[in-house]
């Protein structure tokens, strides 16, 4: 059964940092296009950041371009979002997304996989 986990959200005071993790079991996520997504209260779903398979190409919503950095480590089948400079209107629920492809998408569409995601709150 294939099942992608979050984890590492939380609350942190603006200027903050955090890493997201996602881990998966039941297939291998080195070999899927990750995406990274947030959902604040009253908005649409919205593409962060995502990364390739075998890391062809990556993206960065000009949103968080300079702050946010995604990464994998395929010895722990996770892929990880780290989240600098934090600020209140970082605050959403991140999801990841696996998706069998080459190149990554910031479309939440392109996605076949997801899971069930994470609060993060900027907040002082």
């Known amino acids: 059964q294939v099942q992608l986990v979050e984890s590492g959200g939380g609350l942190v005071q603006p200027g903050g940092s955090l890493r997201l993790s996602c881990g998966a079991s039941?297939?291998?996520?080195?070999?899927?296009?990750i995406g990274w997504f947030r959902q604040a209260p009253g908005k649409e779903r919205e593409g962060v950041s995502c990364i390739g398979r075998s890391d062809s190409s990556t993206y960065y919503a000009d949103s968080v371009k300079g702050r946010f950095t995604i990464s994998r480590d395929n010895a722990k089948n996770t892929v990880y979002l780290q989240m600098n400079s934090l600020k209140p209107e970082d605050t959403a629920v991140y999801y990841c997304?696996?998706?069998?492809?080459?190149?990554?998408?910031?479309?939440?569409?392109?996605?076949?996989?997801w899971g069930q995601g994470t609060q993060v709150t900027v907040s002082s």
């Open positions: 039941g297939f291998t996520l080195g070999s899927y296009a």
């Open positions: 997304a696996a998706e069998w492809e080459r190149y990554c998408s910031a479309y939440a569409a392109s996605y076949k996989y």
